[in-house]
């Protein structure tokens, strides 16, 4: 009996130790508006959870698009193809630049375009760069003398044979037109050629797009404004027109976009001005032959004309500065 009560309080003591540990260390409730059943997350062992890391808020910035390559460096000739000091110094110019590619803006083989004018004309100077494919030449009206345009499309290279086209290099589109009335396309706005200008102008996705042609739509020099020609780029999506024809540079502001004549790249005896120059031009330029240096970003288009004295004439530029 004296055992049986002993043990009975032995058992009432372990009852009222286990009731006091129990209120000492009461059940963790759910934080208010904590999902029921949801995960507990456990702390790095040695580590208090006050201490672990909270990550940020998630953002999204935009960033510009990557273009391959990320600068473009090109040069831009016009009228240069008659054999002589003048276009062998215009070439030196050029190709002390290392561009990535040369754009013709025509009359690249004096005076009919021949094949058998072509080597001395042409390829002494830029064979190089045509063998290499990074020569994109437009058609001028000497290169259609003759009505015999086979030289210009053999010995020149343009791509596929075409007497127009267009290609993307990096963050820049140049469309090269045939502004010839000889063009079998049509050379007027609303010609199959100008349908094919509108629609690629539409399509284009990159951040410059330059029209390259022969016959300028505007112009103060010799020639002149040559109406056929007077398109509505900017409406169509360029930033940017390059001509020749006239034996001189001239850079022109108006309808919201930037007109190049680049006529200098050879051919002797620079064109005169008109006294009245064109509504928008800003620089007229003919004392010294020279070419025309584009770079493009995805943010910037800087245009120089650079005469071979390697004097810069004119610096322009759209974009960032």
Not at 126 to 145: K, Q, V
Not at 184 to 202: E, F, I, R, V, Y
Not at 209 to 236: C, D, K, M, T
Request: aromatic residues 12%; glycine residues 10%.
């Amino acid at each position: 009996m004296r055992h049986g009560r002993h043990l009975l309080l032995l058992f009432l003591l372990l009852g009222l130790l286990g009731a006091s540990a129990c209120s000492a260390n009461p059940a963790i409730a759910p934080a208010p508006g904590a999902p029921q059943g949801a995960a507990t997350a456990t702390a790095t062992p040695f580590a208090p959870a006050s201490q672990t890391p909270i990550p940020p808020t998630v953002t999204f910035t935009p960033t510009a698009a990557a273009y391959q390559p990320a600068t473009v460096q090109f040069a831009v000739i016009g009228d240069f193809g008659l054999a002589g000091p003048a276009e062998a110094h215009v070439a030196d110019l050029v190709h002390s630049w290392h561009p990535d590619f040369i754009v013709t803006v025509g009359d690249n083989n004096y005076p009919n375009g021949q094949h058998d004018t072509v080597k001395e004309n042409v390829l002494q100077y830029y064979g190089d760069d045509i063998r290499a494919g990074r020569f994109y030449p437009a058609l001028g009206n000497h290169d259609w003398h003759q009505n015999d345009i086979s030289s210009f499309i053999h010995d020149l290279r343009p791509p596929n044979g075409r007497r127009y086209y267009d290609f993307v290099v990096g963050p820049v589109h140049i469309f090269v037109l045939d502004s010839d009335y000889r063009e079998p396309d049509g050379s007027t706005a609303d010609s199959p050629q100008g349908h094919w200008l509108h629609d690629g102008l539409q399509a284009s996705t990159s951040p410059w797009n330059i029209v390259i042609l022969h016959h300028p739509p505007y112009s103060s020099g010799r020639h002149g404004s040559q109406e056929r020609s007077q398109w509505p780029f900017a409406q169509w999506g360029a930033d940017a027109v390059i001509a020749g024809h006239d034996h001189d540079y001239e850079r022109i502001l108006r309808d919201g976009i930037v007109y190049f004549i680049d006529g200098l790249g050879g051919i002797p005896g620079p064109y005169y001005f008109k006294p009245v120059p064109v509504e928008g031009s800003v620089v007229r330029y003919r004392e010294n032959y020279g070419a025309l240096r584009v770079t493009a970003t995805a943010t910037s288009l800087k245009f120089e004309f650079i005469n071979v004295a390697n004097q810069v004439v004119d610096s322009y530029t759209l974009g960032d500065h």
